[in-house]
């Protein structure tokens, strides 16, 4: 019994509908999947409605982007209850922040003479969270780009024309709605934040210390060695393992869904923790 506990949804930035990436974890035979949608809970309601009706256990989850010493770090929320105050009220925090970033950034695009707009971009994704890679296709629309990495490489990264910087929430704040909203925290792919190993241990040490109950070691990309070695910094501070693909569709064409392959006994294990 395979499972995927990482998979983005037109709810955030991948290129399945909900109901689309349920479908393809039937097509793969996967027994379960968690959807992570970036600081959005939009796509679950609809992924558990095409779970029930095609027999994929589907795990509601979000993946929050918080600060730690001014780094990004992200965070997966399990079982959390969308329709909780305490997410709700996260979530419009995190979208008022968008927004005002999304608002710079369109207009520095403007003021090249680039016709972006936020009203076209959400029409052109409806209830999607807009960010970066929605600004990165529009680039690669609008020729300036050869592809959505080409956009973020050449534009939308830290030091390119249009990046702008975002707030990430306190962790202290990811955590109450986490708690508030009946969630489990797990710390997503630890070898993303290119930590020196003491910091990674701190880091580890402090969202162990504010509430997180896993750490997710099996990601794509990682080695078996690198893997052994998350299994062990989890054990080391009483974390369960998780793990996922980060699966984003077409947007991120190496992330595949299923892969690595993860087992059931770990949703088992997550369940109970
Ligand atoms: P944002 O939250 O608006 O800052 O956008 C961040 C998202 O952009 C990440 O979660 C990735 O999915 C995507 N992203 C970041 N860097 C790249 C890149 N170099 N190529 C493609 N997608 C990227
Ligand atoms: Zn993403
Ligand atoms: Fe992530
Ligand atoms: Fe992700």
Not at 56 to 76: Q, T, Y
Not at 170 to 190: Q, T, W, Y
Request: hydrophobic fraction near 40%.
């Amino acid at each position: 019994m395979r499972i995927d506990l990482h998979v983005h949804t037109t709810a955030s930035d991948g290129t399945l509908t909900p109901s689309e990436a349920v479908f393809h974890a039937r097509e793969l035979g996967l027994s379960a999947i968690a959807v992570t949608d970036h600081d959005s809970c939009g796509g679950v309601a609809e992924a558990l409605r095409a779970g029930a009706e095609c027999g994929v256990e589907v795990v509601p989850g979000i993946e929050i982007s918080v600060e730690w010493h001014g780094e990004g770090i992200h965070l997966l929320g399990y079982y959390v209850n969308p329709d909780s105050a305490a997410m709700r009220t996260l979530l419009q925090q995190v979208i008022d922040e968008r927004t005002r970033r999304n608002e710079q950034i369109a207009a520095s695009m403007r003021a090249d003479g680039l016709p972006v707009h936020i009203a076209a971009l959400n029409a052109r994704y409806p209830g999607a969270v807009v960010g970066r890679p929605h600004f990165a296709q529009a680039l690669v629309d609008l020729g300036k780009a050869q592809s959505v990495s080409d956009a973020f490489a050449r534009y939308l990264s830290p030091g390119g024309k249009y990046y702008r910087k975002r707030e990430y929430i306190p962790l202290s704040a990811a955590f109450n709605a986490v708690r508030g909203a009946g969630g489990k925290a797990v710390i997503a792919h630890p070898f993303q934040y290119r930590l020196p190993e003491h910091a990674l241990i701190a880091l580890t040490r402090t969202l162990t210390d504010a509430g997180a109950v896993g750490m997710e070691c099996i990601y794509t990309g990682y080695s078996a060695q690198q893997t052994e070695y998350l299994r062990a910094l989890a054990a080391g501070f009483g974390l369960c393992i998780t793990g996922g693909s980060d699966f984003h569709g077409a947007g991120k064409p190496e992330n595949r869904m299923g892969e690595p392959p993860v087992s059931y006994e770990l949703l088992q294990i997550l369940k109970e923790v």
